[in-house]
């Protein structure tokens, strides 16, 4: 263990950053040899969930007929059928990582944190990030940083003494541009407030999504559906909570249409937990609980009345809904003290092990219906509804293309 750390911490801090060195002039060599007359934008997914966060975006250029769009996976090696999903999904073409490094690319778009050989991309290419989901203020990095706009996360590969990898970064409202610019202040002049079109697309679909995928879990009109969410690690619900839901399990049953959704990856980063996440989901699935096991978390979100849930980001897309929501008690050290979690935690209500879950969500849920979450949805999300708008204002504008209402 001690050699693959030490292995990770030399490759991040010396061979990437050499790599990226080596490829400085290559794409700009490419570009002089090679011709377009369309704009090359790369989008780079790490897996097939990531794609699924890339879908919005590649809808909303695919059909500017000024871009040639490509898709490429952040992984070595590439495995073809990853590309192939992502292709697929997008609907676009795709290219392997090792070649897109040494082509030349007027915009790259990533909506994970670039890793391993996407870290190597060119200084001299322009980079756009857009979070995958809306931002908690998670901290999961060894030094305490938050997970999205942490300093470590940020000046990469050349460390402090770098500027940030990325060119654009996107926040969903002014209050996490704020915080960005907080957490590493060189994103000043780089971050801005676009909204986020994946919680755009999600709300102007849900009442659709609602109606299709009740019908799918067979509830009538007055049946309550209650979405029970985890996160990933030691502090999420299923390693601090779930015992306590399955005490109660046949009363929630018999109140509720229970829904159960597990972060993807929370096999590879829950080092202590009770079996895979396929073999957690089998066991629900013995019980009556519905489960989310792909990444099309939407229909669930919008079929139910009802949440409980830790610091998921997940938990975040019921508040657009007004969506009662219970969480449960996360420790503090898991996310960011002026993060948007933090005030959601106080603005919230909150779980407790001395108290049966079907009480409090029954208590919660009269007292919720006076208690719109404006205040939480502003600080989420800024500009709702427009971020498709400045989305493609914005894109145009760093791609040296017209702006297309003013055509229009």
Not at 131 to 137: D, M, S
Not at 162 to 173: E, L
Not at 370 to 381: G, K
């Amino acid at each position: 263990m001690r050699f693959k750390n030490f292995l990770i911490e030399y490759l991040s801090k010396v061979i990437i950053p050499l790599i990226s060195i080596l490829l400085f002039p290559l794409p700009l060599i490419y570009k002089s040899i090679t011709y377009n007359n369309k704009k090359r934008v790369l989008l780079v997914a790490r897996n097939s969930i990531a794609a699924h966060h890339m879908l919005p975006i590649a809808n909303l250029l695919r059909g500017i007929s000024q871009i040639d769009l490509t898709v490429t996976v952040d992984r070595y090696p590439a495995r073809d059928f990853l590309l192939r999903d992502a292709s697929d999904l997008l609907k676009i073409k795709s290219l392997h990582i090792i070649p897109s490094l040494l082509c030349y690319w007027d915009l790259i778009i990533f909506t994970n944190h670039a890793y391993g050989l996407s870290l190597c991309f060119s200084p001299t290419l322009k980079k756009l990030y857009i979070n995958h989901g809306l931002h908690v203020g998670k901290i999961n990095t060894k030094n305490g940083q938050d997970g999205v706009y942490g300093r470590n996360k940020i000046l990469r590969p050349f460390g402090t003494l770098g500027k940030p990898y990325y060119s654009y970064m996107f926040a969903a409202s002014e209050t996490e541009a704020e915080f960005a610019i907080q957490q590493t202040p060189q994103l000043q002049g780089i971050v801005s407030a676009t909204g986020y079109l994946q919680a755009d697309v999600f709300v102007e679909d849900a009442e659709k999504l609602r109606e299709q995928y009740r019908y799918i879990l067979g509830c009538g009109v007055n049946d309550k559906v209650l979405h029970i969410i985890s996160t990933w690690g030691a502090s999420s619900l299923f390693c601090t909570y779930w015992e306590y839901i399955e005490k109660e399990i046949d009363l929630l049953l018999e109140q509720y249409t229970l829904i159960f959704s597990l972060h993807p990856r929370f096999d590879q980063l829950t080092p202590e937990k009770g079996g895979t996440r396929n073999q957690i989901f089998e066991e629900c699935i013995q019980k009556g609980i519905y489960v989310n096991k792909g990444p099309d978390w939407e229909g669930y979100v919008a079929a139910a009345d009802i949440a409980l849930s830790d610091h998921s980001s997940l938990a975040l897309y019921h508040l657009l809904l007004n969506h009662p929501l219970l969480l449960v008690d996360v420790d503090s050290n898991q996310y960011m003290p002026e993060s948007l979690f933090s005030y959601v935690n106080q603005v919230a209500f909150s779980a407790s092990k001395d108290i049966s879950i079907s009480k409090s969500l029954k208590k919660m849920t009269k007292l919720t219906d006076r208690h719109p979450y404006t205040t939480v949805q502003q600080r989420m999300l800024s500009h709702q509804g427009k971020a498709s708008k400045l989305y493609l204002e914005n894109i145009l504008q760093f791609l040296n293309l017209p702006d297309q209402n003013q055509k229009m």
